[in-house]
Structure formats: structure tokens, C-alpha cells
């Protein structure tokens, strides 16, 4: 009888998070289709400040979602897009009767016995579990990360969503297909909910950065506290580093360089992508380290894919069409043609931009959100004219690690010669 009884409660919770999330989501359709089927005039700016609330306050995946699909261009409208880059949880945290059931779950009913002191208010709250402060039986300060409940059911619901409004908006709007894309932001969520690999992710990387990069600092895992839904892990104190945006110039160009070496070193030579570049995710230490934390997403790449990336940027570089024309081919573009090759390029030089200048500079002049945004209409006008393209899985979380990356490293306003560092990183292949 208990099986049965199962699977009515997992349909209950589904069909509550569909209604949570679709009570939300719906207007999105409407607003689509009224103003493209209809001609109604809708102030899409206005909705989208709205919609970005409403994500706010959702917990679980969703809002992870629309981060995701803001940073692929033209997978959602302009407005929305510049909207949902900015989302952060407004949710409350869970309470302390959540708190108290779910450690038990996980360490047993004499879980208390386990720490010297364990706060069961949340330290941080976010899209897909909470964090609170701890002490072991040594006095070690610790960070212990509790996932909330079923959210595997409230990826499954969260998914069928974002499906509706990508189907309305592609009826429209030809220029991408996303439905790889949806598949690749499926299973990384899906991964982000096993502590147990992104525990393993940690290790990895502390590994592999600190024989090379020593001024990042990853936190050690204590895996006896650990368990699938409960990471515990190093306190790392630091402040988030867009609290030196006024520090003199030095001191942010010095972050910027290290943050850039952070996360594109790791790619290039290992095909490893930190795949959540979200600004709390970095801290700045006392001794000026990066913090570098949450390793939930991480995305492997193969060194076909990589070189490929890497032969596209010399193409750009040195002006050579029939590179690039194979590059773009063995990412997995069909159909190419010269009057594609041309759209694609002007999205590639925008996208490589700051790595193709061999000067100091920040990472975008004035200007560059709007002359991104310019471009990026323009090229998609042309993409949709063409008959659209299918772009790779592979460049969700690559795109979303330099929006993410160059979005840091604009408000920190940190000025680099960023085409010698990614020389200096592509001078080796990746060890594997």
C-alpha cells in the first residue's frame, strides 16, 4: 500500500509546483502571443520587472532556469533577458522545524551530537537549497548545505513550463532552436541535486588548481557530514567581489586577472567549466585569494569541442574564413552557407571581442551592453530571415560562463590585457 500512496503524493507536489510555477509563467505566453498574433501593444520592460519579482520568490529550479536562458542570445525577449540576468532569491528560508527533520533525515535523530554548535537560522538561502553556519567537535568553522524537498519533482514540473513559453515564442521567432539547449540545462539540474559528485567536483578542482593557480582557495568537504542532499564543507570568510568596485585601480585589475585565470584555466586545460558564474560564488579572502565556491554545475567539455573554440578565436584573429567556416562545422552547425558563415562570424567577433585586442582594456569600452545588444538583435533578425540555427548543448554553460565572467568584470571595472592571458592559457593543449 505504500507504493501507491507514493506515487499519489508525488503527483499532489507535481501538480502543486505546476500550479506554483504556471500561475507565474502563464502571463508569459499570453503577453507573447498577444503581441504577435494580436498586434496589442505590450511594454515588455514593465512585465519583465514583474516576471523577475515573481521568479524571485520561487524557490527551486526555475528561476536557475530563466538565469540560464538570459544568457543565450535571442532564446527570450530582449526585456526579459537584461531582467532575468539579475534574478536572485527573494525567498524566504526554510524554518527550523524544516531544518531540524531534515538533518535528521540525513544524519540520523542524533544528528545535534555531530557538530559543537549549528545555527538553524540560514545563513544564505537559494534557488536550489539553504546554507547554514556550524562548528564541528574541533571548532572548525563550517558551511552545511541542506537541500530543500522534492526537487526533482519541482525540476520535472519547472521543465514542462519553460518548455510552453519556448515553444510560443520559437512558433514566432525562428532564429534558435533551444530544445538542446532545454535538454542540456535538464540534466545539469538534475546533477546539481547529487552533493555527493559536486563533493567530488570540489576535490577535483582543488586538486588541479592548487598545483597551478594558487591564489584561488576551494573549500575543503568533510565527506563524514556529507551526504547526497547535505554537502558540509570549509567556512570560507571573505566579502563577494563586487564590494571593491570603488577600491583603487590596482586592486581590481589584480581580481579581474585572477578571476579570469580562475575559470578559464581550468577549461582549457582540463575541459573543466565552473558552470554557475553567479557573483556570490566568488569571494574575496583577507589575503586577497578567490574564494571560489558552489560546484553543483559543472560542465565537461571534449577537446574536439575546445579545440574547435580555440580555432574559431584564430580564425577571428588572423582573418582566416576557411578556419572558421571548419570550426563552426565540427561544433555541429548544418547547412552552412556564405551567408551564414557571415551572420555568425559578426556573433563570434562579439563574443571574442576582448580577447582579440593586444592592449589593456576592460573587458567592454562604454558602450558594450548596448553595442551587444545592438548587434545581437541585428544578428538574429538575419538568423531568422536565413531559417535559424541549432546551436550546440555545449554552448549553454560556455556562453553562460563568459556573460557571467564579463558581467563581473565590468562592474569591477578591471583592466587587463585579457588577449595575452588567453594566449598565455591556449599556449598548451589541456592535459586530460
Known amino acids: 500500500m505504500l507504493e501507491p500512496q507514493k506515487d499519489m503524493m508525488e503527483q499532489l507536489k507535481s501538480l502543486k509546483r505546476l500550479f506554483d510555477v504556471g500561475t507565474t509563467v502563464t502571463g508569459i505566453g499570453a503577453r507573447l502571443g498577444a503581441k504577435e498574433y494580436l ?40 526585456e526579459f533577458a537584461k531582467e532575468f540576468l539579475t534574478l536572485q532569491s527573494n525567498a524566504p528560508s526554510m524554518g527550523e522545524g524544516f531544518v531540524r527533520r531534515r538533518m535528521a533525515g540525513e544524519l540520523g535523530s542524533n ?19 539553504q546554507v547554514h553556519q556550524a562548528f564541528n567537535k574541533e571548532g572548525q ?31 514566432f521567432n525562428k532564429s534558435i532552436n533551444t530544445q538542446d539547449i532545454v535538454n542540456e540545462i535538464s540534466d545539469r539540474l538534475y546533477e546539481e541535486l547529487d552533493y555527493v559528485q559536486e563533493a567530488e567536483n570540489m576535490e577535483y578542482f582543488r586538486s588541479i588548481l592548487s598545483h597551478n593557480l594558487d591564489f584561488v582557495e576551494i573549500p575543503k568537504v568533510y565527506p563524514e557530514l556529507s ?38 584555466w581550468p577549461l582549457y586545460r582540463f575541459g573543466l567549466l565552473h558552470g554557475d558564474p553567479h557573483p556570490g560564488n566568488y569571494l574575496v579572502l583577507n589575503d586577497k585569494k578567490i574564494g571560489l565556491l558552489d560546484f553543483g554545475c559543472i560542465r565537461k567539455f571534449e577537446k574536439t569541442f575546445l579545440q574547435a573554440v580555440i580555432d574559431l578565436y584564430v580564425a577571428l584573429r588572423d582573418n582566416h574564413r576557411d ?110
Open 39 to 78: 498586434g496589442v501593444n505590450v511594454n515588455d520592460e514593465i512585465y519583465a520587472q514583474k516576471l523577475r519579482h515573481a521568479f524571485g520568490n520561487l524557490k527551486g529550479p526555475f528561476m536557475k532556469m530563466a538565469q540560464f536562458l538570459a544568457t543565450i542570445p535571442d532564446a527570450l525577449p530582449q
Open 111 to 129: 544528528w545535534r551530537n555531530s557538530f559543537q554548535e549549528f545555527s538553524l537560522q540560514a545563513a544564505y538561502a537559494a534557488s536550489l537549497g
Open 141 to 171: 568553522r563550517l558551511a552545511v548545505k541542506l537541500q530543500y524537498p522534492d526537487m526533482e519533482t519541482a525540476i520535472s514540473a519547472d521543465l514542462r513550463q519553460v518548455n510552453m513559453i519556448l515553444g510560443i515564442y520559437h512558433s
Open 227 to 264: 551526504t547526497q542532499r547535505l554537502l558540509t564543507m570549509q567556512w570560507l570568510e571573505g566579502n563577494s567581489i563586487l564590494k571593491y568596485v570603488d577600491h583603487e585601480q590596482s586592486l581590481r585589475n589584480d581580481l579581474g586577472k585572477k578571476l579570469f585565470l580562475a575559470w578559464y
Open 323 to 432: 578556419l572558421a567556416v571548419d570550426a563552426y562545422k565540427r561544433w555541429g552547425f548544418t547547412n552552412i552557407n556564405n551567408e551564414l558563415i557571415d551572420v555568425l562570424n559578426q556573433w563570434a567577433k562579439l563574443l571574442y571581442d576582448p580577447l582579440l585586442e593586444d592592449r589593456v582594456r576592460p573587458i567592454q569600452d562604454s558602450r558594450g551592453g548596448k553595442k551587444g545588444w545592438e548587434i545581437a538583435r541585428k544578428v538574429h533578425k538575419q538568423l531568422h530571415e536565413l531559417g535559424g540555427i541549432k546551436p550546440p548543448r555545449e554552448f549553454v554553460f560556455m556562453d553562460r560562463a563568459a556573460v557571467g565572467i564579463g558581467s563581473v568584470l565590468m562592474h569591477l571595472g578591471a583592466e587587463q590585457n585579457w588577449h595575452k592571458l588567453f594566449e598565455e592559457i591556449i599556449a598548451k593543449d589541456y592535459v586530460r
